[in-house]
């Protein structure tokens, strides 16, 4: 491995610190400097859903990237409620929560599977999934229902065939988010979360699943901007050396690509800073740094050559960045073996909702029903990909309420002589849904509740559908089951 100088002119040098960065842009059409970028050897793109109109103009865009240079092309994938390629309309693909719930691996890797064709079609090189994060915390508010649940061995065995199922198709998996997101209170968007668990815990809870991930051959790992006291110290995982090199890297064995989750996150920017998290991050191990959404041409170049200078003044070594770039080339060059085989079917999302979706009580004929959406607010990881019912099912009335702002008395007058159901989503999360369901069964207590979150909170006596996620495939499988 050779040595470059450290001085900010070395071409060399500076091709190096772009290699690192997925950077991200506005817009269906790739703009001029993103393409201006790869031609100096810039790592890739993250896609996010204003990027996708449809897959056509997808494969037109990344076919575009590809002519600029030899780009990482990313995005955000998991199925369910995340989705980047059905952004707009809303997951075929039930998510983790519901995959868990069925617990069939097999189900669980043909999902994938076809997931990753429908990638790899649109020129998508690498899937930021799945998530292997152990939901512990019910009130999670960024993992939920991106998990395949509260039980190790359960995740661990979903994850393993997810990266199989992905990777049959040669679109790398990026297993996340590492050490492990799901026992937090907090959003990493917004500050650093709290894992607060000795290592002998963290080895047995979290890990478990990142070792399996790790032994089936997942080409990439992402970090998570959590702060594990016992491991990390003061500082998120991302920049944590004692996270990325000492464990994963060490004790763990990986010697795969290391991807940072998004650095324009909170997290990150309201403690070291942009530039400063770049610097921090790839002397601790990371190979990868995705930018996220915010940051522009301008940003990108100060990340460069803050990269730059803290080679020139010690804070980076140089063969940081070349063993970065040697996983990053063996990346790319797995990912353009031609694929063999035929693709799934494109059923196979439903097939899976419709296995998902539990019921309790009975589910009487509905009769002219009315149907009420209790809003719940979009999360940054989610975006705001529609949900519900209303565009599956134009004939049927479908009203959707603010939970603060529900008028109880002219929703149940509404509904006199027709069927009531009531639809929430993560109504554990949220008093004032449960108020609405709970005001609504005081009158009506045949009213039907679908919940399309995590199933923590039921109502006595009520009869209860269960979706384990807010997809389109959740909400078709729901519909035909109470036959709307």
Same mark, same amino acid.
Not at 89 to 104: C, E, F, R, T
Not at 257 to 286: C, F, H, K, P, Q
């Given at each position: 491995?050779?040595? /470059?100088?450290?001085?900010?002119?070395?071409?060399?040098?500076?091709?190096?610190?772009?290699?690192?960065?997925?950077?991200?842009?506005?817009?269906?059409?790739?703009?001029? =400097?993103?393409?201006?970028?790869?031609?100096?050897?810039?790592?890739?793109?993250?896609?996010?859903?204003?990027?996708?109109?449809?897959?056509?103009?997808?494969?037109?865009?990344?076919?575009?990237?590809?002519?600029?240079?030899?780009? @990482?092309?990313?995005?955000?994938?998991?199925?369910?409620?995340?989705?980047?390629?059905?952004?707009?309309?809303?997951?075929?693909?039930?998510?983790? &929560?519901?995959?868990?719930?069925?617990?069939?691996?097999?189900?669980?890797?043909?999902?994938?599977?076809?997931?990753?064709?429908?990638?790899?079609?649109?020129?998508?090189?690498?899937?930021?999934?799945?998530?292997?994060?152990?939901?512990?915390?019910?009130?999670?508010?960024?993992?939920?229902?991106?998990?395949?649940?509260?039980?190790?061995?359960?995740?661990?065995?979903?994850?393993?065939?997810?990266?199989?199922?992905?990777?049959?198709?040669?679109?790398?998996?990026?297993?996340?988010?590492?050490?492990?997101?799901?026992?937090?209170?907090?959003?990493?968007?917004?500050?650093?979360?709290?894992?607060?668990?000795?290592?002998?815990?963290?080895?047995?809870?979290?890990?478990?699943?990142?070792?399996? &991930?790790?032994?089936?051959?997942?080409?990439?790992?992402?970090?998570?901007?959590?702060?594990?006291?016992?491991?990390?110290?003061?500082?998120?995982?991302?920049?944590?050396?004692?996270?990325?090199?000492?464990?994963?890297?060490?004790?763990?064995?990986?010697?795969?690509?290391?991807?940072?989750?998004?650095?324009?996150?909170?997290?990150?920017?309201?403690?070291?800073?942009?530039?400063?998290?770049?610097?921090?991050?790839?002397?601790?191990?990371?190979?990868?740094?995705?930018?996220?959404?915010?940051?522009?041409?301008?940003?990108?170049?100060?990340?460069?050559?803050?990269?730059?200078?803290?080679?020139?003044?010690?804070?980076?070594?140089?063969?940081?960045?070349?063993?970065?770039?040697?996983?990053?080339?063996?990346?790319?060059?797995?990912?353009?073996?031609?694929?063999?085989?035929?693709?799934?079917?494109?059923?196979?999302?439903?097939?899976?909702?419709?296995?998902?979706?539990?019921?309790?009580?009975?589910?009487?004929?509905?009769?002219?029903?009315?149907?009420?959406? @209790?809003?719940?607010?979009?999360?940054?990881?989610?975006?705001?990909?529609?949900?519900?019912?209303?565009?599956?099912?134009?004939?049927?009335?479908?009203?959707?309420?603010?939970?603060?702002?529900?008028?109880?008395?002219?929703?149940?007058?509404?509904?006199?002589?027709?069927?009531?159901?009531?639809?929430?989503?993560?109504?554990?999360? /949220?008093?004032?849904?449960?108020?609405?369901?709970?005001?609504?069964?005081?009158?009506?207590?045949?009213?039907?509740?679908?919940?399309?979150?995590?199933?923590? =909170?039921?109502?006595?006596?009520?009869? /209860?559908?269960?979706?384990?996620?807010?997809?389109?495939?959740?909400?078709?499988?729901?519909?035909?089951?109470?036959?709307?």
């Amino acid at each position: 491995m050779s040595e /470059y100088i450290a001085d900010p002119s070395d071409q060399g040098l500076r091709r190096l610190a772009a290699g690192t960065l997925l950077v991200a842009f506005q817009g269906t059409t790739a703009p001029e =400097w993103v393409l201006r970028e790869l031609a100096g050897g810039l790592g890739g793109v993250t896609l996010f859903g204003f990027n996708v109109a449809d897959s056509a103009q997808l494969s037109a865009l990344t076919g575009r990237l590809r002519e600029a240079g030899d780009p @990482v092309i990313s995005l955000d994938e998991e199925g369910g409620d995340v989705t980047r390629l059905d952004y707009h309309v809303g997951s075929p693909y039930p998510g983790n &929560a519901a995959l868990g719930a069925v617990d069939d691996v097999e189900l669980t890797r043909r999902v994938y599977r076809s997931i990753g064709d429908d990638l790899a079609r649109c020129g998508v090189n690498l899937d930021m999934a799945p998530s292997a994060d152990v939901n512990t915390a019910d009130d999670n508010p960024v993992i939920g229902t991106r998990s395949f649940g509260p039980d190790t061995a359960l995740v661990a065995r979903h994850t393993v065939a997810a990266v199989h199922g992905l990777q049959s198709a040669y679109v790398a998996a990026c297993v996340k988010h590492f050490p492990g997101h799901g026992a937090t209170r907090q959003d990493s968007h917004l500050e650093i979360p709290l894992v607060d668990a000795s290592i002998e815990l963290l080895r047995e809870r979290e890990l478990a699943p990142f070792r399996a &991930a790790i032994g089936a051959g997942t080409k990439s790992i992402m970090t998570a901007h959590v702060r594990v006291p016992a491991l990390t110290g003061t500082v998120p995982a991302t920049l944590s050396a004692a996270a990325l090199t000492g464990l994963l890297r060490g004790e763990m064995g990986y010697d795969g690509v290391v991807v940072t989750d998004a650095l324009d996150m909170r997290a990150i920017t309201e403690s070291v800073g942009l530039a400063g998290g770049a610097v921090l991050s790839l002397a601790a191990g990371a190979d990868l740094l995705c930018l996220g959404p915010l940051p522009v041409e301008d940003d990108v170049r100060r990340i460069i050559d803050e990269i730059v200078a803290a080679v020139g003044d010690g804070r980076l070594p140089a063969a940081r960045l070349e063993a970065a770039a040697e996983r990053v080339a063996r990346l790319r060059a797995w990912s353009g073996t031609p694929q063999t085989g035929r693709a799934e079917e494109s059923v196979i999302g439903l097939t899976a909702a419709r296995r998902a979706v539990t019921l309790t009580g009975s589910a009487s004929p509905l009769v002219n029903p009315l149907v009420v959406e @209790v809003d719940t607010p979009p999360t940054i990881a989610v975006g705001d990909v529609p949900w519900g019912f209303a565009l599956l099912m134009p004939q049927v009335e479908v009203v959707r309420v603010k939970p603060e702002a529900a008028d109880v008395p002219a929703i149940l007058e509404r509904a006199v002589g027709r069927s009531l159901v009531v639809v929430v989503k993560d109504a554990h999360r /949220y008093e004032t849904s449960q108020t609405v369901v709970s005001a609504l069964l005081a009158t009506r207590p045949d009213t039907t509740v679908v919940e399309m979150g995590l199933p923590v =909170w039921r109502p006595e006596g009520a009869t /209860y559908l269960a979706t384990y996620g807010a997809a389109r495939a959740n909400a078709q499988a729901a519909a035909e089951l109470l036959s709307l």
